[in-house]
């Protein structure tokens, strides 16, 4: 093509590498012919191990890029300044090779010289599956520009990693090992290059929008009609799975921001045009990010320009590409007529998250990709504290919770459970999970609580002044934390290292003649050592409720530890793991709890937390003995008088911490406590403990109920996203639940079916609209025509919105009706619907698997329904098929023959010939 505009000199020019090649013939076809024959017939794929890491012997310091896209075609030029890495240490025997990963079934090779000389194959370089290997005696001088073309075809990119078409846009996904899609490059987290000059041209018409990493140095036309193209600089080493670009024909909201040193920064959110008013609220998190960061860690942001890209077909959420931020659109489109409360939330979280790993992640990275959660679990632990100071630090604290008794510890009692740090993974791509993420936060905010808010913040200094522009380890992090504040952290550094959640039990005892109140500590675990486990704690007088012992952080680092508190008089209840001061199991030593303390924490403890999470362990204990068939009269008492006073305080300072305290544990926080989980059996008995309390509270609950809405009405149903008023609804939700779960007459059903209409039709958003419609669609008898009627004015409602059609999809695959299976079937077949969108495959799919009862049939028809699926999937997009293969591998958790139906789909998708290396992996460590 012919390049216009400054923005085309290059050192060496397209034309002349690709015709120095002889022909237009790939230079990698050969190894794409045997891979693609081979695709069926391989060997199980190579395991990489965290203690091979070695260092390059070359790096690339420097790079430019040349992006060329058509229709059908993208050609890609880049220029590779090579150079010595100081920190190899070479040896006799040991090769000085440039190693350059590349993925040859998408990877078309078409150009490659050195210096202007093009490289002969067996003589210059070799090509094997996955490698181009340049020879040391090929590279010509220390310093030397390697210059490749490659041509891929983004239109057939259904994995969607690397450069491929989304709706009027193409775009990158490189984390973690997506660059190698695109072309050859050293692809792994510790080459970090100044990315010095990326060009992007492309039709202009169809293309405006043409966005790269760092800042915009030129744009213009080119010669050739109607072609433009645009010119990105990012002064930033970085390493290539934080490369982006965009190309687009897409709308954008603009606004600015001044930092604290006077910068000012030009903010940017693109989206598909017809979804630009949705902008907005992701704006002002953006806003209020930078502004926390600054005040939190003195962290500043670093460029002149920060855009935000929402695209429809997405495997992650969002991805933190220096400059040139990617999200999922589900994370950062929010309006009221199409996000509920919790979407506001995620979109607020996402966007916090994604900007605070400018610095842990982009300027600070990690070495390799088992120390991922050095950058995820800190940054996850950063947003978690954003969103709890931009709203309830408490209600957020339970929220995160939930979510890792519900999916981490999950993960760590399945085949899958590995250390926050893995020691082995096959494709990386698996290794994104609650563990790395979500348990990865929790051992930061360990480092917290054991250091305390300052002495956290000095260590994070120290990290950042020892290693801003560096790829490093979690042991470099440890190391900062222990020297900015004196204090030795080897023990600690065994949670890196130890899979699996640890049990803390616990025993106490008080002698009222010395006044001395002893609590015994003692803990088992995965790890041969001891753990260092933080234990918040506190004691409170039986009588008055007073604190008597106020929070001490406990440093529980042996076997078995006795901590004395002299001077207690009178008898005192203690308050254990305060705040979930550590991921951890915490038992009795008598192995039953003591209802009583729980009822009396229930009510008085001072601690937020641990006041939710005594009534929750009341409730697990009454549904329980439910399951077992003997149900305690004194345990329902107690649980009524919890809940009792919890609905009538009318003192409550949060609408959020009142509901939460109202709703029953999640099943699947319940069947982690069970040694085989009957999932029937335990929803019913989940159902039964919930229809007793909405029976015996009802008139209550009615009242309470309808107070609310009368306040709502009063303000005239304005929407608002404050505290209060998500509060308000989530409240007001729970309540709705409640008592649309008394219908077991005909009557009972009409009045359920007619209460959930009218919040139904009545909301003033799509939270009231999708709660409401959540109670309609587990309806049937009386209620069933109600409950088709609200599903298909919802649909009609949507208007073709892909987020809202994307609930309409979950509320179905969730309902607990007893042929959702069959439904969720049909679902399949609707025109809405395809495989090929992740958010729609996980809003079906995902969701049905989530729904345990029907999913765990004993028929086994829904994991046979689930194995055909992820055998279909897999051709298409191995991230997801992998990621919902997760949901088969817990076989061991059921009964044999539940077991045995689980087990035999993993047997027929791991003998699926070809089959996914992400796949393979989930469902063979599955078997083991």
């Known amino acids: 093509s012919t390049r216009g505009g400054a923005g085309g000199s290059f050192p060496y020019s397209t034309s002349s590498i690709v015709r120095a090649s002889s022909s237009r013939t790939a230079l990698n076809s050969a190894v794409a012919a045997d891979a693609e024959a081979e695709a069926g017939e391989k060997a199980a794929p190579a395991e990489n191990f965290r203690l091979d890491y070695k260092p390059l012997p070359n790096l690339v310091n420097k790079i430019s890029m040349d992006f060329d896209i058509r229709d059908g075609k993208t050609t890609l030029t880049s220029h590779l300044t090579v150079e010595p890495n100081s920190a190899f240490e070479a040896g006799e025997g040991v090769s000085t090779d440039l190693v350059l990963d590349g993925d040859e079934t998408a990877v078309k090779l078409l150009g490659l010289q050195i210096d202007g000389t093009d490289l002969v194959e067996g003589e210059d370089y070799e090509l094997s599956p996955g490698k181009l290997v340049v020879k040391s005696s090929a590279l010509t001088s220390p310093s030397c520009v390697l210059s490749t073309v490659v041509e891929i075809v983004p239109e057939e990119n259904t994995q969607l990693s690397g450069l491929y078409k989304s709706g009027p846009m193409y775009c990158t996904q490189c984390e973690a090992e997506g660059f190698r899609r695109m072309t050859y490059y050293p692809d792994r987290p510790d080459n970090m290059a100044v990315f010095e000059k990326v060009r992007i041209e492309a039709d202009k018409e169809g293309y405006p929008a043409l966005l790269g990493n760092g800042n915009l140095v030129e744009s213009g036309d080119t010669e050739e009609d109607g072609r433009h193209y645009s010119v990105w600089s990012d002064p930033f080493p970085k390493p290539s799975y934080l490369f982006c670009i965009v190309a687009g024909n897409l709308g954008s909201i603009k606004d600015s921001y001044t930092t604290t040193s006077g910068k000012d920064v030009h903010l940017e959110i693109f989206s598909e045009k017809e979804n630009v008013s949705k902008l907005q609220y992701a704006m002002d998190s953006l806003k209020r990010s930078m502004k926390w960061d600054e005040d939190k860690f003195g962290l500043e942001y670093d460029l002149g320009i920060y855009n935000v890209v929402a695209v429809n077909d997405f495997n992650m959420g969002a991805m933190e590409n220096k400059g040139l931020n990617v999200f999922n659109t589900a994370y950062v489109l929010a309006d009221p007529e199409t996000a509920t409360d919790a979407d506001y939330e995620r979109v607020e979280g996402v966007i916090g998250h994604e900007y605070f790993h400018n610095w842990t992640g982009n300027r600070v990275t990690c070495r390799d990709w088992f120390q991922l959660t050095l950058k995820e679990g800190l940054t996850v632990f950063r947003d978690q504290e954003f969103s709890g100071d931009m709203g309830s630090n408490a209600v957020k604290r339970i929220e995160d919770v939930r979510g890792l008794r519900g999916r981490q510890f999950n993960e760590d009692a399945g085949p899958m459970s590995h250390p926050i740090r ?145 001077d207690v008089k009178g008898d005192a209840v203690p308050s254990i793991l305060r705040d979930f001061s550590a991921p951890v199991k915490l038992v009795s030593e008598s192995g039953a709890d003591d209802e009583e303390a729980l009822a009396f924490l229930a009510a008085r403890d001072t601690d937020g937390f641990n006041k939710w999470e005594a009534g929750q362990k009341l409730f697990s204990s009454l549904i ?55 999932p029937p059996a335990l929803r019913e008995a989940r159902g039964d403990v919930k229809k007793a309390i909405a029976r015996k509270f009802q008139d209550e609950i009615k009242a309470k109920y309808d107070e609310i809405t009368a306040a709502m009405e009063a303000e005239g149903g304005e929407f608002k996203v404050d505290a209060t008023s998500v509060g308000r609804r989530r409240l007001r939700n729970i309540l709705l639940d409640y008592l649309c779960c008394i219908r077991e007459t005909s009557e009972e059903q009409v009045a359920a079916a007619e209460l959930a209409t009218s919040h139904f039709e009545k909301a003033s958003g799509m939270t009231d609209k999708v709660a409401g419609l959540n109670v309609l669609a587990s309806m049937d008898g009386e209620g069933a025509e109600s409950r088709d009627a609200a599903l298909a004015k919802f649909y009609t409602d949507a208007k073709g919105d892909a987020l809202v059609l994307n609930k309409w999809f979950s509320v179905q695959a969730l309902t607990n009706l007893p042929d959702v299976l069959d439904r969720v079937k049909e679902l399949t077949k609707h025109p809405d619907f395809t495989l090929s969108n992740p958010n729609r495959c996980r809003s079906l799919i995902s969701a049905f698997a989530m729904n345990a009862a029907p999913f765990h049939a004993e028929s086994g028809e829904g994991y046979k329904f689930l194995g055909d699926i992820i055998a279909e999937l897999d051709k298409l997009n191995p991230q997801i098929s992998s990621r919902i293969a997760s949901s088969l591998i817990q076989w061991r958790r059921y009964n044999e023959k539940r077991g045995s139906l689980m087990k035999a789909e993993l047997e027929k998708l791991v003998d699926m010939k070809p089959i996914s290396d992400d796949l393979y992996e989930v469902v063979s460590r599955g078997l083991k």
């Not at 936060?441 to 990290?463: P, S």
């Not at 952080?553 to 006795?562: A, H, I, M, P, R």
């Not at 329902?636 to 009318?650: M, P, Q």
């Open 422 to 566: 893995p020691e082995s993974y096959i494709s990386m791509d698996n290794f994104y999970t609650a563990t790395v993420y979500s348990k990865g936060a929790e051992v930061i905010r360990m480092y917290n609580t054991l250091l305390t808010t300052a002495g956290f913040r000095k260590g994070m200094d120290l990290y950042f002044e020892r290693h801003d522009g560096s790829a490093v380890t979690c042991d470099d992090f440890r190391a900062a934390m222990a020297a900015a504040n004196g204090v030795d952290l080897e023990q600690f550094a065994l949670w890196y290292s130890t899979p699996g959640t640890p049990t803390v039990t616990w025993s106490a005892s008080y002698d009222a003649d010395s006044s001395v109140f002893k609590l015994t500590l003692s803990q088992s675990s995965n790890s041969d050592e001891p753990l260092h486990i933080p234990v918040s704690f506190g004691l409170l007088d039986k009588a008055t409720g007073e604190e008597v012992v106020p929070t001490t952080v406990l440093e529980l680092k042996e076997t078995t530890q006795t901590f004395e508190f002299p």
């Open 624 to 678: 329980f003995q439910t399951l077992e068939g003997k149900q305690s009269e004194k345990t329902l008492e107690y649980v009524l008088e919890a809940f009792g006073r919890t609905l009538g305080d009318e003192s409550a300072a949060d609408f959020s911490i009142q509901a939460y305290a109202l709703t029953l544990p999640a099943e699947s926080t319940l069947a982690e406590d069970l040694d085989v989980v009957d």
